[in-house]
Nanobody
Framework: VQLQASGGGLVQPGGSLRLSCVAS????????MGWYRQAPGKQRELVAV?????????TDYLKDRFSISRDSDSDKSTVHLQMNYLKPEDTAVYFC??????????????WGRGTLVTVSS
C-alpha cells in the first residue's frame, strides 16, 4: 500500500485548506484511514480517523473546525481532511495513515510522508 498526501501549503489565519491522501496498491486490507499531525517541538497527535463504514473519530478540540471524509473505488481509496478557521497553532506536518485496525489508528500499518501546513499572516 502506498499513501500519497497533497494539499498542504501556506494559509492565513482564518483560512481553509483541504488535504487529500490517496491509498493505492493492496487497498483491500485497509479498513480505517486518518490523519495525524506533528507541530514543531511537539509530539505527534491524532487529528481524525474514518472507518470503512463511515464512522469517524476526532480529537475533541478540532472537531468543530475539521472534517474528515473518504471515497473509494476499485483501485484506490482517498481520505480528505477539510480544515476551516485555521489558526497558527494548526501549523504542523500532517501525516496520512491507513490500516486494518479500523478505529484504532495507533496500530495502522501504512503511513504517508506528510504534507506541511503553515498558518501565518
Amino acid at each position: 500500500v502506498q499513501l500519497q498526501a497533497s494539499g498542504g501549503g501556506l494559509v492565513q489565519p482564518g483560512g481553509s485548506l483541504r488535504l487529500s491522501c490517496v491509498a493505492s496498491g493492496n487497498i483491500s486490507s485497509i479498513v480505517g484511514m486518518g490523519w495525524y499531525r506533528q507541530a514543531p517541538g511537539k509530539q505527534r497527535e491524532l487529528v481524525a480517523v474514518i472507518n470503512s463504514d463511515g464512522r469517524t473519530k476526532y480529537t475533541d478540540y478540532l472537531k468543530d473546525r475539521f472534517s474528515i471524509s473518504r471515497d473509494s473505488d476499485s483501485d484506490k481509496s482517498t481520505v480528505h481532511l477539510q480544515m476551516n478557521y485555521l489558526k497558527p497553532e494548526d501549523t504542523a506536518v500532517y501525516f496520512c495513515a491507513a490500516g486494518s485496525t479500523g478505529m484504532n489508528p495507533e496500530e495502522y500499518e501504512y503511513w504517508g510522508r506528510g504534507t506541511l501546513v503553515t498558518v501565518s499572516s
